[in-house]
């Protein structure tokens, strides 16, 4: 298996807090029932960042989270 760590999802975003804050989130919908986006028998870190380095994850900023 190979491992996975927030510098591999620096290509999607170029902040490290930000790629934290993202998977964070992401878990946090897994424990609400939202499905993982890649197939992976990991933990919900693992996945959360596997789902990011993929591209399967977007950051959108506040302000126009908001207004959704």
């Given at each position: 298996?190979?491992?996975?760590t927030?510098e ?6 170029d902040?490290r807090?930000?790629?934290?804050q993202?998977?964070?989130?992401r878990?946090?919908q897994?424990?609400e029932?939202y499905l993982?986006?890649v ?9 959360a ?9 977007l ?5 126009q989270e908001?207004?959704a």
């Amino acid at each position: 298996m190979a491992r996975i760590t927030v510098e591999d999802c620096l290509k999607q975003a170029d902040n490290r807090f930000l790629i934290v804050q993202m998977a964070i989130k992401r878990i946090k919908q897994y424990r609400e029932g939202y499905l993982p986006l890649v197939q992976c028998d990991n933990k919900e870190v693992v996945t959360a960042l596997r789902e990011i380095a993929a591209g399967k994850i977007l950051s959108v900023p506040a302000a126009q989270e908001e207004e959704a």
